[in-house]
T-cell receptor, first 112, second 121 residues
């Protein structure tokens, strides 16, 4: 079965609010990555966190990783209408060759 | 200056036909992938090539055959198309291991193409 389950499936907020998305996975990983997909487009890499890291920041993005709970969260602060997209976590399994297993995605809608 | 490009962008065809999707990357990456995204947005890896060598082959029907003529290109040929093949197919590439570049997130990031929307009627 798929590796990543994301929660919530959909999130609707107002501009300026924070958005938090969660990802759970099942097996040990090398790293976990978050990608963004705008409607009708390909995925764009946002941030990568390694299995020995607990938190990373990139601009308005904050990612946490709890390997004991096999979960990660993506926080987007001070959201903008342009942040409207689907967000996917992807786990890089410990299998030698990189094989990303994607979560189910969270659809974020940011209203002006 | 498209990094990862796919052709065609849209493909509408009849059941039973054979079709190909092409992917090219100009990033100098070693590794390329094909993914299938279904109507529920679930993205699943199909194949991966590293320097023209097949390294990942998921449980995909034999009707799907990838081909990598060189490390900048990875094509996907689909025989005897079925209704269930309707999906968006994404190509991606990654710098991959075995290069002189620094080891870091850049090496492990995948760069996706815009997708090919396949509709089988």
């Amino acid at each position: 079965s798929q590796q990543g389950e994301e929660d919530p499936q959909a999130l609707s907020i107002q501009e300026g609010e924070n958005a938090t998305m969660n990802c759970s996975y099942k097996t040990s990983i090398n790293n976990l990555q978050w990608y963004r997909q705008n409607s009708g487009r390909g995925l764009v890499h946002l941030i990568l966190i390694r299995s020995n890291e607990r938190e990373k920041h990139s601009g308005r993005l904050r990612v946490t990783l709890d390997t004991s709970k096999k979960s990660s969260s993506l926080l987007i602060t001070a959201s903008r209408a342009a942040d409207t997209a689907s967000y996917f976590c992807a786990t890089d399994l410990n299998t030698g060759f990189q094989k990303l297993v994607f979560g189910t995605g969270t659809r974020l809608l940011v209203s002006p | 200056d498209t990094a990862v490009s796919q052709t065609p962008k849209y493909l509408v065809t009849q059941m039973g036909n054979d079709k190909s999707i092409k992917c090219e990357q100009n990033l100098g990456h070693d590794t390329m992938y094909w993914y299938k995204q279904d109507s529920k947005k679930f993205l699943k890896i199909m194949f991966s090539y590293n320097n023209k060598e097949l390294i990942i082959n998921e449980t995909v029907p034999n009707r799907f055959s990838p081909k990598s003529p060189d490390k900048a290109h990875l094509n996907l040929h689909i025989n005897s198309l079925e209704l269930g093949d309707s999906a968006v197919y994404f190509c991606a590439s990654r710098l991959g291991p075995g290069t002189a570049h620094q080891v870091g997130p850049y090496q492990e990031t995948q760069y996706f193409g815009p997708g090919t929307r396949l509709l089988v009627l």
